[in-house]
């Protein structure tokens, strides 16, 4: 229940921060988090459903027995791959841009992954991640000093987020996000992901 806490504290505070710190009108904004938050609770439906996928012969069996075991980094990358086709479902589908929603995500990520870690490395005292706490701390002031409704820079910023997660994940074999252990693996198959998306996006403009 704590995590559980602490995890929806951060993005309250991670929504407050992209609020402030975003030039949008009021209106835009209020629907940039809701787009986001939106995506943040099928997210967590689709760890669910990973954590189903993992236990499956269990469910059949038991399907209470299911909410004893807690959900994985496994999970993680099952949500990850299908959040990344709800995505494509809504751009496609429903002509959202996803220019319009990495607006909003990457400041509402990077400062909600600032604020769990900074719970944990500072208050709970887990020192394990110090090294991402730092890169968050260098990446949040990036984007506002340079980097606010600028999708070029935004898009940077998150590249070099992956690189440094990837960095620090080769370092140790594995880094943390809001708790879940990832393989570096993960963070190579994202930036291959999302050099794509940007390179068809900077055609589409060009």
Not at 105 to 116: E, M, R
Not at 126 to 138: A, E, G, L, P
Not at 142 to 168: C, E, H, S
Not at 179 to 193: D, K, N, Q, S, V
Request: charged content about 10%.
């Amino acid at each position: 229940m704590s995590s559980i806490g602490i995890l929806i504290l951060s993005f309250i505070i991670g929504g407050l921060f992209f609020y402030v710190t975003s030039e949008e009108s009021k209106a835009i904004k209020k629907k940039q988090i809701e787009t986001i938050f939106s995506l943040l609770i099928n997210f967590i439906i689709y760890i669910w459903i990973g954590k189903i996928i993992q236990h499956f012969p269990l469910l059949l069996k038991d399907p209470l027995a299911i909410l004893a075991y807690p959900s994985n980094s496994q999970s993680f990358y099952i949500a990850t791959a299908l959040i990344i086709v709800n995505l494509i479902y809504r751009i496609a589908r429903h002509k959202e841009k996803i220019n319009f929603i990495f607006q909003a995500f990457l400041p509402i990520f990077i400062a909600s992954l600032f604020v769990y870690e900074f719970i944990e490395l500072v208050i709970q005292g887990y020192s394990q991640n110090w090294m991402s706490f730092i890169w968050m701390i260098v990446l949040m002031l990036m984007y506002v000093f340079v980097g606010n409704n600028k999708q070029f820079i935004t898009t940077i910023i998150f590249l070099l987020w992956l690189v440094g997660q990837l960095m620090i994940a080769l370092k140790l074999l594995y880094t943390t996000i809001f708790g879940y252990m990832i393989a570096p693996m993960y963070f190579i198959i994202l930036l291959i992901i999302t050099i794509v998306i940007f390179i068809y996006n900077w055609k589409r403009k060009v």
